[in-house]
C-alpha cells in the first residue's frame, strides 16, 4: 500500500509530465488501432462518402474527448469557471489559457490519427473513387454510361474482387490516382499541425511575455490552491473522525465504568492533537457552512493581516460557529481555510 501511495504521490507531483506521457501513449495507441482496424469500404454510392469520412472523422473527435476526459484539470476548470463571483474576480485569460494547455495535449492523439488515416489513403479512396475524372484517366471510347450507372461503377473501385469497370477505368490507375491525393493531403495536415504547434509553443510568449507569465502563474496557483484545500480537508475529516470514535468509545467506557465501578481512562495524547487540528470546526453544520463558503465567496487574493478580521465572508452572514477557534491559532485557521 505504501509504494501506491508513494506512485500517487510521485505522479501528482509531477503531473504535467504524466499528462504529456498519458498523451504520447494515446498518440501511439490511435496508430496501433488504425492498424488494426479492419477497413471494409460498403462499394455503394451512397454510402462511400458517409463510411470513408465516418473513419477520418470520428474517432479523431472521441480520442480528442478522450484527451480531456483522461486530464485531471478539466474539471479544475469547470468549477472555475462555474463558480460566483464572490470576493475574488475570475480572470477569462487564465480560463483560456488553461483551456488552450489541455487542448494541445488533447489534439495529439487525433493528429496522429488523422496523419496516419491520410498517409495510407483508404479512406479517401473510399469516400471519393466516385469523383474520379474518367475523361482524363479512362478509356473515352467506352461505350456512354448514365449518371447512375458511372457511379456504381466506379464505387467499386476500392473493392478489386468485384470491380467490372476495367474496360472504362482501370483499377489501379484510379486506386493510384485516389492515394496519391490522400499522401499530398496527409503531409499538407503534418505540416500544418507542426506548425501551428511551433507558433503556439514559441512564438506566442515573446509576444505577450507579461500577460503569459501571469496566466500561467495563476492557473499553477488555482491547481496548487486546489490540491491543498483537499488536502486539508483529508486532514480534517480523519481528525474529525478520530475525535468522534474516541468520544464514542469514551461513552461506552464512561457506562461501562459506572456499572462495574472502574476509572476511566484518559484520552490517548493523539486524539488531544486530532482535536487541535479540528480548528474550530466541530460540527456537521459549521463544516457545512464552510464548504459552502469556499463555494460561494472565495477569500481575495490578498494576504494582509487587517483583512483577517472580515476573511472568509461565510462569518458574515449573520452566524457564528458554535466553537469558535482558540485564539492562538486564528491565524492557522485562516489560513487553512484560504
Given amino acids: 500500500m505504501d509504494k501506491f501511495r508513494m506512485i500517487f504521490q510521485f505522479l501528482?507531483?509531477?503531473?504535467?509530465?504524466?499528462?504529456?506521457?498519458?498523451?504520447?501513449?494515446?498518440?501511439?495507441?490511435?496508430?496501433?488501432?488504425?492498424?488494426?482496424f479492419d477497413f471494409n469500404c460498403p462499394c455503394l454510392p451512397r454510402y462511400n462518402l458517409a463510411y470513408g469520412l465516418g473513419i477520418l472523422l470520428v474517432p479523431p473527435f472521441i480520442l480528442f474527448l478522450l484527451g480531456f476526459v483522461l486530464n485531471n484539470n478539466i474539471s479544475m476548470l469547470a468549477e472555475e469557471w462555474r463558480r460566483p463571483q464572490g470576493q475574488r474576480g475570475k480572470d477569462q485569460a487564465v480560463l483560456r489559457y488553461m483551456f488552450c494547455s489541455m487542448a494541445q495535449r488533447a489534439m495529439i492523439a487525433p493528429a496522429v490519427w488523422v496523419s496516419v488515416t491520410l498517409l495510407d489513403g483508404k479512406c479517401i479512396t473510399c469516400?471519393?473513387?466516385?469523383?474520379?475524372?474518367?475523361?482524363?484517366?479512362?478509356?473515352?471510347?467506352?461505350?456512354?454510361l448514365s449518371q447512375g450507372e458511372m457511379k456504381r461503377v466506379l464505387a467499386r473501385i476500392p473493392c478489386k474482387e468485384i470491380y467490372n469497370g476495367q474496360e472504362l477505368i482501370a483499377n489501379e490507375v484510379a486506386v493510384r490516382y485516389l492515394r496519391c491525393i490522400s499522401q499530398a493531403l496527409g503531409w499538407c495536415f503534418v505540416l500544418l499541425m507542426t506548425t501551428l504547434a511551433f507558433l503556439v509553443r514559441s512564438l506566442r510568449p515573446c509576444f505577450t511575455q507579461a500577460a503569459f507569465l501571469k496566466s500561467r502563474y495563476w492557473s499553477h496557483y488555482i491547481d496548487i490552491e486546489r490540491k491543498l484545500f483537499d488536502e486539508t480537508c483529508a486532514?480534517?475529516?480523519r481528525?474529525?473522525?478520530?475525535?468522534?470514535?474516541?468520544?464514542?468509545?469514551?461513552?461506552?467506557?464512561?457506562?461501562?465504568?459506572?456499572?462495574?465501578?472502574?476509572?476511566?481512562?484518559?484520552?490517548?495524547?493523539?486524539?488531544?492533537?486530532?482535536?487541535?487540528k479540528l480548528l474550530g470546526i466541530t460540527d456537521q453544520g459549521t463544516m457545512n457552512m464552510a464548504l459552502k463558503s469556499w463555494h460561494r465567496c472565495k477569500p481575495p487574493l490578498h494576504?494582509?493581516?487587517?483583512?483577517?478580521?472580515?476573511?472568509?465572508?461565510?462569518?458574515?452572514?449573520?452566524q457564528t460557529p458554535a466553537h469558535p477557534p482558540v485564539p492562538r491559532r486564528e491565524t492557522a485557521a485562516y489560513y487553512s481555510r484560504v
Fill in 127 to 144: 469516400a471519393f473513387c466516385t469523383l474520379v475524372p474518367v475523361e482524363t484517366l479512362g478509356n473515352t471510347s467506352h461505350p456512354g
Fill in 12 to 36: 501528482q507531483s509531477n503531473q504535467e509530465s504524466f499528462m504529456n506521457g498519458i498523451c504520447g501513449i494515446m498518440a501511439l495507441a490511435s496508430a496501433q488501432m488504425y492498424s488494426a
Fill in 235 to 237: 486532514e480534517h475529516a
Fill in 239 to 276: 481528525s474529525f473522525a478520530k475525535v468522534c470514535i474516541q468520544q464514542f468509545f469514551e461513552g461506552m467506557s464512561t457506562d461501562l465504568a459506572a456499572a462495574r465501578c472502574h476509572p476511566p481512562k484518559k484520552a490517548p495524547a493523539d486524539a488531544v492533537e486530532a482535536a487541535e
Fill in 303 to 318: 494576504l494582509h493581516p487587517p483583512a483577517l478580521a472580515s476573511g472568509n465572508g461565510w462569518a458574515g452572514e449573520g
